[in-house]
């Protein structure tokens, strides 16, 4: 069983910045493959971004160049930086680790962008 746990979440202003954490338990953590997922109210969960466990990222369109997810093997930790947010990218965001067939989802941070 891998603990998966989100931080980082708050209110933040059109334009604003926030760094989302989210922490996976396990001697393995990089051989994890990471992401970060998010729901808003009344929408189906959608990817936001995506490492692998070899580094390679992919990005949703709607955050490409705003958005970059990184990880920290030494941490066991991986990063979503925000930036340039908008109230569309309002939701609760979900932490994901897969590894092999098994799947672990965090619990949910919340992400307000308003004014």
């Known amino acids: 069983q891998v603990q998966v746990v989100e931080s980082g979440g708050g209110s933040v202003q059109p334009g604003g910045s926030l760094r989302l954490s989210c922490a996976a338990s396990g001697s393995i953590f990089s051989s994890y493959a990471m992401g970060w997922y998010r729901q808003a109210p009344g929408r189906q969960r959608e990817l936001v971004a995506h490492?692998?466990?070899?580094?390679?990222?992919t990005y949703a369109g709607s955050v490409k160049g705003r958005f970059t997810i990184s990880r920290d093997n030494a941490k066991n930790t991986v990063y979503l930086q925000m930036n340039n947010l908008t109230p569309e990218d309002t939701a609760v965001y979900y932490c994901?680790?897969?590894?092999?067939?098994?799947?672990?989802w965090g619990r949910g941070t919340q992400v307000t962008v308003s004014s």
């Open positions: 490492i692998s466990s070899g580094g390679s990222t």
């Open positions: 994901r680790c897969t590894w092999g067939s098994n799947v672990y």
